[in-house]
């Protein structure tokens, strides 16, 4: 393997790396699986956070109904390594996506957010002019301020015009609490959650109550994930910071996933005694949420110190830091930092067992 050799202890492996501990991440998917076992509530994990359709299917054998995508893009690299069913929860915009989501969906179950008349049209028109029909969710605004028409009577009026829309289905409404995340005091959270799920189930009922039937009601991430199992008037959820966790969703409380996702850096340079000089920087890791947490040496901190490079402030018992050691880092924000690497280093037991393509990686459009 260019990007290792199997069997090779953790701290032989080339760095920068990104390390996947396969054992907490499995426990992850399990954990959140079996959170929503005995509820009506069903899984649809968002794979922009892992962007890997090995760890998606592992998502669909512990029972995932489908995949969400934020971009069509990663809905094409998972659809094309066997995902059914894939919810991409950005709206489609514009003719050369919309080719491409009209050739994806004779590849595999694509669906669609809508949240304008008109952005809606053109995608009917041109479905209907190839003979398809797209299931469409209208995209609901529950207070993050995104992508969402407005609850109640604007979301209604947007629904009945769909439905009379040739090329689309009406199938449901996505209303995404991103704002909510990590709001880390758990009845904070939960108390906004459920201002936020009333604007949801109720524009739900106003929309069945015209004679739309709505078979989805989606929304949730992996810091509401507790709250929506056992909500009524919601269908599914779309978690996925749980699979790999990061440092941000560490400080939230009451989340309860591992650890699973780390950067393996080595210390490159020593030549003053108060901190060492990392090969882990930017490109490395992502700074959207501050810096990484340092694990194992106590009173470590790391500050980013460029592109290529971080500086790890020592104390204590981090004196006897060496050039050539090996340093675990915590990423702050799991999603960007994936995004920046080609390929997982897949560790098991502290030992390298498979490098793993990240194939969704840059499919931003
Ligand atoms: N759904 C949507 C629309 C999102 O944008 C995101 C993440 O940003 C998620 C679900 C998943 O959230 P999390 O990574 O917090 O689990
Ligand atoms: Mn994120």
């Not at 005995?38 to 968002?46: I, N, S």
């Not at 994806?104 to 008109?118: C, E, F, K, P, Y």
């Not at 920087?281 to 106590?298: F, Y």
Request: glycine share 10%.
């Amino acid at each position: 393997m260019l990007e290792g050799t199997r069997g090779q202890a953790l701290g032989e492996i080339d760095t920068p790396a990104l390390i996947l501990d396969i054992a907490a991440a499995e426990r992850n998917i399990r954990a959140m699986a079996d959170r929503l076992i005995h509820g009506a509530v069903r899984l649809r994990p968002h794979v922009k956070t892992h962007k890997c359709p090995l760890l998606a299917h592992k998502q669909m054998a512990a029972g995932a109904i489908g995949m969400t995508a934020a971009k069509l893009g990663e809905a094409e690299v998972m659809i094309h390594a066997g995902i059914p069913e894939v919810l991409v929860s950005t709206p489609i915009v514009g003719r050369t996506k919309i080719d491409r989501l009209l050739a994806l969906s004779r590849h595999g179950i694509v669906l669609t957010v809508v949240d304008d008349a008109g952005a809606a049209r053109a995608i009917s028109d041109a479905a209907a002019r190839v003979g398809l029909k797209i299931p469409a969710l209208v995209d609901l605004d529950v207070g993050q301020r995104r992508t969402g028409v407005l609850p109640g009577e604007p979301a209604l009026a947007l629904a009945q015009q769909v439905a009379t829309m040739p090329g689309l289905v009406l199938v449901g409404l996505q209303g995404y609490e991103g704002h909510l995340q990590h709001v880390q005091v758990r009845d904070e959270r939960e108390l906004h959650w459920r201002a936020s799920m009333k604007k949801l189930t109720d524009t739900a009922d106003l929309v069945r109550g015209a004679g739309l039937p709505l078979d989805i009601v989606s929304t949730g991430g992996t810091g509401t994930s507790t709250f929506a199992v056992e909500a009524t008037g919601i269908t599914e959820i779309q978690p996925g910071s749980y699979v790999v966790m990061d440092d941000h969703y560490g400080t939230v409380q009451g989340v309860g996933f591992e650890q699973a996702l780390f950067v393996l850096t080595t210390v490159v340079s020593r030549t003053r005694t108060t901190d060492v000089i990392v090969d882990a920087g930017m490109k490395a890791l992502s700074n959207d949420s501050g810096p990484p947490r340092v694990r194992g040496i106590e009173g470590a901190r790391y500050t980013f110190a460029g592109d290529e490079h971080g500086r790890i402030e020592l104390d204590g018992e981090g004196s006897d830091v060496r050039v050539g050691d090996k340093v675990l880092l915590v990423p702050s924000h799991c999603d960007t930092t994936i995004n920046l690497h080609d390929h997982y280093h897949v560790v098991e037991d502290d030992r390298l067992v498979e490098v793993w393509p990240i194939e969704a990686r840059g499919h931003i459009r």
